[in-house]
């Protein structure tokens, strides 16, 4: 069965020290992922795509099919980088997105 | 421009009451995404709408649920007999395209059962 899962429900890292939020997939079809971040008392919105290949606010996830696994990256984590980071994978259909649980990150300053 | 927008933002419903969480998306946008967000928990996918049409409902937990987007535009989510395995928050997306990518999401609705 479909599943994403995020192992880490809190990840707390002191500021420029480098983070990785992890994410691992079980699925069958052709993976598409995708990470959203919720920032506090603002609505999820979505951070990057594995596709795009691209990096945004210094984020870059790289998909590794032999360990199905997406993790986020960030060499020098900064405080504005604490929020709630989701992992997804979007199945074939196009349209359902499968979502992990979540882990909060917290940077101390 | 507006995003997406979701009324009421809180409902406090006593069990066995209806309640009916409404979606406004962007103007234009194709898609309309429902989820439900356990406390704790990622968004789970519950219905999915192109246009008026709703390709996908086979992620709503019961009979009790049902959604429709009419005219294309707003959509509604009814919930009948509310339970407190209900409580959640209630998500609303849109997207531009037929497709689950670029989702604009709604603030939420938190539903609470007493």
């Known amino acids: 069965a479909q599943r994403v899962t995020q192992p880490e429900k809190l990840l707390s890292v002191f500021k420029g020290a480098p983070v990785e939020l992890k994410c691992n997939y079980s699925y069958s079809g052709s993976p598409e992922l995708f990470w959203y971040v919720q920032y506090s008392r603002q609505r999820l919105q979505l951070l990057l795509r594995h596709i795009s290949r691209e990096s945004i606010k210094g984020f870059t996830a790289d998909l590794n099919k032999g360990e199905t696994s997406f993790h986020l990256k960030k060499p020098f984590a900064q405080e504005e980088d604490s929020a709630m980071y989701y992992c997804?994978?979007?199945?074939?259909?196009?349209?359902?997105?499968?979502w992990g649980a979540g882990t909060k990150l917290i940077i101390k300053p | 421009g507006a995003g997406v927008s979701q009324s009421p933002r809180y409902k406090v419903a006593k069990r066995g009451q209806d309640v009916a969480l409404r979606c406004d998306p962007i103007s234009g946008h194709v898609s309309l995404f429902w989820y439900q967000q356990a406390l704790g928990q990622g968004p789970e996918f519950l219905t999915y709408f192109q246009n008026e049409a709703q390709l996908d409902k086979s992620g709503l937990p019961s009979d009790r649920f049902f959604a429709e987007r009419p005219e294309g535009s707003v959509s509604t989510l009814k919930i009948q007999r509310t339970q407190q395995e209900d409580s959640a928050v209630y998500l609303c997306?849109?997207?531009?395209?037929?497709?689950?990518?670029?989702?604009?999401f709604g603030p939420g609705t938190r539903l609470t059962v007493t």
């Open positions: 997306a849109s997207s531009p395209r037929d497709k689950a990518y670029e989702q604009y």
């Open positions: 997804a994978l979007l199945m074939d259909s196009n349209y359902q997105l499968i």
